[in-house]
């Protein structure tokens, strides 16, 4: 299995499709790993060189407790295939990342897909009383240092949303976010602590000049909904989509729908 050794880290990662073709970086949700891109490999590496690798506390990934830049795992991870650019997509905390690196390394990015994501820097947006009560719930589970239940709680809150329960879902789907979260309770106990960009990029994303798809669960949370709209009115060339019926994992929750949509995209920009 492919490891690459960072400084505090080994990088777990995974390549799919020609290596002469475009390259695209996925990176995941802080609530899953890079096995939450499975249902789009097959489609993306048709034509590209698709790239993903577990984050540090996530799936395959080792870390030690250190300081740690997220960009630069990303960019390490790059430039150990000769990868000089790429599209960047990224779900969650990965397209915070992905967002955070268009800023800070332009030329290595040709495009920005982000799902459920917003800049560093984003102001702080009121929560419903119900997240507010949800998020509760995730701080005593955390204080009571009952990982596995602090992972369930966490998929329960983003993944199916808080207007939705289990039962009202595609048992298959709630199967699958469970585990892409259980898989990574093992990594509770380690505390690397990524650096934060400087300044933050919430006042520089009307800088990201490539080709920008923005896209957002129709059942996200309010905070995710709110950054949606401010990259959809900030960034100079972009495209927005909801996915309806969906929350935080629309990549994974409707597969086929995400594919048809990143595809095209992807071939309308030439990337």
């Known amino acids: 299995m492919p490891h690459l050794t960072v400084p505090g880290a080994s990088l777990y990662y995974e390549t799919a499709g020609h290596v002469s073709a475009p390259a695209l970086l996925l990176l995941h949700a802080g609530i899953a790993n890079l096995r939450m891109w499975d249902p789009q490999i097959d489609a993306l590496a048709a034509g590209h060189f698709v790239i993903r690798f577990d984050s540090r506390g996530c799936g395959q990934t080792t870390t030690e407790n250190v300081e740690f830049s997220p960009r630069a795992d990303a960019l390490a991870v790059l430039d150990h295939l000769g990868v000089a650019s790429a599209t960047l997509i990224g779900c969650s905390r990965g397209g915070g990342t992905a967002i955070d690196l268009a800023t800070e390394s332009p030329v290595r990015v040709d495009g920005l897909v982000t799902v459920g994501a917003g800049p560093s820097g984003f102001p702080e947006v009121e929560l419903t009383d ?17 990982w596995h239940r602090l992972a369930r ?11 939705r329960t289990e039962a009202d879902l595609d048992p298959e789907f709630v199967a699958t976010a469970y585990a892409l979260g259980r898989v990574n309770a093992v990594h509770a106990e380690e505390s690397p602590t990524p650096i934060p960009l400087e300044p933050p990029t919430f006042n520089q994303v009307s800088d990201i000049e490539v080709p920008a798809f923005v896209s957002v669960g129709e059942f996200d949370i309010t905070p995710h909904l709110a950054e949606y709209e401010y990259l959809l009115s900030t960034l100079p060339d972009v495209t927005g989509f909801t996915f309806r019926d969906t929350a935080h994992l629309p990549s994974v929750e409707r597969p086929a729908d995400f594919n048809r949509v990143l595809v095209d995209w992807l071939a309308e920009h030439r990337l």
């Open 130 to 146: 119900l997240e507010d009560s949800r998020f509760d719930e995730l701080d005593a589970a955390f204080d009571a240092q009952d």
């Open 153 to 163: 709680l966490e998929v329960a809150l983003w993944a199916f949303g808080p207007l």
